[in-house]
Antibody, heavy 119, light 111 residues
Framework: EVQLLESGGGLVQPGGSLRLSCVAS????????MSWFRQAPGKGLEWVSG?????????YYTDSVKGRFTISRDDSKNTLYLQMNSLRAEDTAVYYC???????????WGQGTLVTVSS | IVMTQTPLSLPVTPGQPASISCKSS???????????LYWYLQKPGQSPQLLMY???SRMSGVSERFSGSGSGTDFTLKISRVEAEDVGVYYC?????????FGQGTKVEIK
């Protein structure tokens, strides 16, 4: 079955860190660009970070997470990561990973993992 | 880029048509000739699913009741005959300028 499965969410204090993982199955993970999105409780969707064409060095971040979040991937493990440091209350959200079709649209999303930043 | 959807709430009667507008603050027409506008549906309790890409191309498995149109900065998603399974929040998204952005979402519910 073609799917993405996120994990690593949880409750963390402001200023703390978490690492999210997204395991891919059912397709050739190494061929595809990937991104992380998030959705704050009761709010809309927000793109957070992405990795460009496989094999290339390009990584991208939305301004609010630059310098705090790091996206990476391990193609040998079919896994995408999001290292989140210096977490803030406003980072509280469900985080989704998504696969990017070569045509540029995101055609496969995971079920999401909830990150709660609170003291 | 700012994406503006209207309406934000759309009560519909089953079997009736529905239409959602999405306007972008900049053109979504790329120099490659493609227009990078997508439509997603997030059903209650689920992750988003892609309905339409490049304005009017329907994803595999998406009902023919859904259609997308528009160009440049003005786009529309139409549902020819709304069914109960169509309820959820519809988002437009642009894919031409980083950071990629979404509209606020349009909540479609059955009357």
């Amino acid at each position: 079955e073609v799917q993405l499965l996120e994990s690593g969410g949880g409750l963390v204090q402001p200023g703390g860190s978490l690492r999210l993982s997204c395991v891919a199955s059912g397709f050739s993970f190494s061929w595809y660009a990937m991104s992380w999105f998030r959705q704050a409780p009761g709010k809309g969707l927000e793109w957070v970070s992405g990795m460009g064409a496989p094999g290339g060095p390009d990584v991208y971040y939305t301004d609010s997470v630059k310098g705090r979040f790091t996206i990476s991937r391990d193609d040998s493990k079919n896994t995408l990561y999001l290292q989140m440091n210096s977490l803030r209350a406003e980072d509280t959200a469900v985080y989704y990973c998504a696969k990017r079709d070569p045509g540029s649209h995101f055609d496969l999303w995971g079920q999401g993992t909830l990150v709660t930043v609170s003291s | 880029i700012v994406m503006t959807q209207t309406p934000l709430s759309l009560p519909v009667t089953p079997g009736q048509p529905a239409s959602i507008s999405c306007k972008s603050s900049q053109t979504l027409l790329h120099s490659d000739g493609k227009t990078y506008l997508y439509w997603y549906l997030q059903k209650p309790g689920q992750s988003p699913q892609l309905l339409m890409y490049e304005v009017s191309s329907r994803m595999s498995g998406v009902s023919e009741r859904f259609s997308g149109s528009g160009s440049g900065t003005d786009f529309t998603l139409k549902i020819s005959r709304v069914e109960a399974e169509d309820v959820g929040v519809y988002y437009c998204m642009e894919g031409i300028h980083l950071p990629w952005t979404f509209g606020q979402g349009t909540k479609v519910e059955i009357k």
